[in-house]
């Protein structure tokens, strides 16, 4: 295990921010975790865990030691009558071990083909679209303590999964609390792709595909074209423009408050939960201020989707983390004073 210093990480982050670790260590094994904890030098300090930077936004030089994860290997581990298990390193790009899976027969995560980041970084903000989240097909992972450096493993229910969230998004407050925020390293996770394969296509772009195509009995390779096909048309490639997807969660509002503004915007798009709340579409909330193709500075909001905060400076001349905080911070000040709703942002700010 090298530890490399200054390193530049500007190719690591999806908005394509300029920033540099301080120190940067690649974690290709779990030996490598423990080479870490091990080292007198670092045994202490603090450490921030990187998958594919595509949930972040750099406000700075990093100064906590960096753990680049880059664990590979994608297996089948069990068939059972009724699941296949597939097991992936955490450093595995996402898309590609979908992609995989679907190659190799096993399909159930086609749903969130293209979506960008590492298989550790999925089950953080436990990853969700086209109407599949990750909880929906996890079945175990494997991670490291890296205060204690004891290895661990943990099951959906010990992970309490929500709405782009897991226990590795809360910090521990007390001694019974089980927050992981920066104290986890994932180091491989296991998927349970349920038997009989059944499509996921309740979705309404899905469904226009299919009648589109006539093809009402998709296969899993379909659902994983499609998919790629329709996120390539309404998302920005953030090799093209940078980005970290969308920028903030739906907020959900009791159906009283979802009445008042309903009232007021009678257009607003808005799904009923089971739990009886009302999921409010961000997206439609900042279109409504006005903030579609507006800019600060050198960050935007994506002209196709307001939910996306985009990189208009480019790879030479790139947007700060501070300039990308400010239009977020204005974009939830407009929303607050004109609905009353306060939105989370999405992404991890380092
Ligand atoms: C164009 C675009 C489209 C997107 N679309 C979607 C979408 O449809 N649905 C969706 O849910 N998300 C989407 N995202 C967000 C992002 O792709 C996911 O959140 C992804 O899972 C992040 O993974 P990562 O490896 O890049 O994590 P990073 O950005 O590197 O890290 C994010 C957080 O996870 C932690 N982390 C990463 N790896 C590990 C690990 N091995 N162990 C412990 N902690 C770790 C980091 O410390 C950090 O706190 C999109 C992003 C982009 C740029």
Partial sequence: MIVENNVPLQPYNSFGIVARAQHLARITTEADVAAVLNAAE?????KFVLGGGSNIVLTGDVKPLVLKVEIK????????????????????PWHDAVEWMVRHGYPGLENLALIPGTVGG???QNIGAYGVELQDRFESLDAVDLETG???TLDAAQCAFGYRDSVFKHVRSGPNDFGLASRALITRVRFRLPKPWKAVAGYLDLERKMAETGNFTPSPQDIFDWVCAIR????????VLGNAGSFFKNPTVTAEQ?????ARDPKIVHYPMDDGSIKLAAGWLIDACGWKGKSVGKAGVYERQALVLVNRGGNADPV??????????????????????RLEPEPVVV
């Fill in 258 to 262: 979802c009445a008042d503004i309903i």
């Fill in 150 to 152: 004891r290895a661990f």
């Fill in 232 to 239: 390539r048309a309404k998302l920005p490639d953030w090799r």
């Fill in 122 to 124: 999925s089950p953080v």
């Fill in 42 to 46: 670092w045994r202490e300090a603090p």
């Fill in 320 to 341: 700060t983390g501070g300039e990308v905080m400010t239009l977020a911070k204005a974009i939830q000040t407009s929303v607050y004073e004109r609905f009353g709703i």
């Fill in 73 to 92: 290997g994608l297996k089948l581990i069990d068939d059972t009558p009724r699941a296949w298990i597939v097991e992936a390193g955490a450093g595995e």
